[in-house]
């Protein structure tokens, strides 16, 4: 069946530091992958899709084909970006549903 | 309208009872889901509706979950006989179209407490 994994339940870095959220996922087609974040208090909302090859607050993601993996990037990771973080896929036969990971909350400490 | 609406938002019910829970999308959205998201378990997916097709049920997790899309707009997700493990925040999300080509929208949850 087809899996999003996101190893990281909790994942602690400093403000300036560099953030890299893992998503590895599970799919031999050609899937469509997204990062969606949960800030407190607010809802869950789309933060990139990876065929937008856009930057959203700073944040990346590649598609890696080869490695299965859409990791989510941001260089310097401000206290503003701590929040719920899910990786989610949707693939061709997969009737249109998103599959998402378990979620890794990033917490920026000053 | 403002968004996905859910409601109530929370639900505190006795093990064996009977709930509804209900979700209005964004208006002109064809596609609507419902997850359920638990401590540690992430977002799992119960159902999906597209506009006048048969739903995808393939995530209900047993046949005391069914749930309903009336007009091509408003959904109730009923769950019969609740069981303590039944707990959780129960999210709706609505999209124009499917996840590929629109994001999609996410209500506030209704979060179920069964004791």
């Known amino acids: 069946a087809q899996r999003v994994t996101q190893p990281e339940k909790l994942l602690s870095v400093f403000k300036g530091a560099p953030v890299e959220l893992k998503c590895n996922y599970s799919?031999?087609?050609?899937?469509?992958l997204f990062w969606y974040v949960q800030y407190s208090r607010q809802r869950l909302q789309l933060l990139l899709r990876?065929?937008s090859r856009e930057s959203i607050k700073g944040f990346t993601a590649d598609l890696n084909k080869g490695e299965t993996s859409f990791h989510l990037k941001k260089p310097f990771a401000q206290e503003e970006d701590s929040a719920m973080y899910y990786c989610a896929l949707a693939y061709t036969g997969g009737g249109n549903k998103l599959t998402f990971g378990t979620g890794t909350q990033l917490k920026v400490e000053l | 309208g403002a968004g996905v609406s859910q409601s109530p938002s929370n639900k505190v019910t006795e093990k064996g009872k009977d709930v509804e829970l209900r979700c209005d999308p964004i208006?002109?959205?064809?596609?609507l889901y419902w997850y359920r998201q638990s401590l540690g378990q992430g977002l799992e997916f119960l159902i999906y509706?597209?506009?006048?097709?048969?739903?995808?049920k393939s995530g209900l997790p047993s046949d005391r979950f069914s749930a309903e899309r009336t007009g091509g707009s408003v959904s109730t997700l009923t769950i019969q006989r609740t069981q303590q493990e039944d707990s959780a925040v129960y999210l709706c999300a609505s999209s124009l179209e499917g996840p590929g080509n629109s994001p999609l929208h996410f209500g506030n949850g209704t979060r179920l407490t069964v004791t």
């Open positions: 799919y031999s087609g050609s899937p469509e």
């Open positions: 990876h065929i």
């Open positions: 208006s002109g959205h064809t596609a």
């Open positions: 509706f597209q506009g006048n097709s048969a739903p995808d």
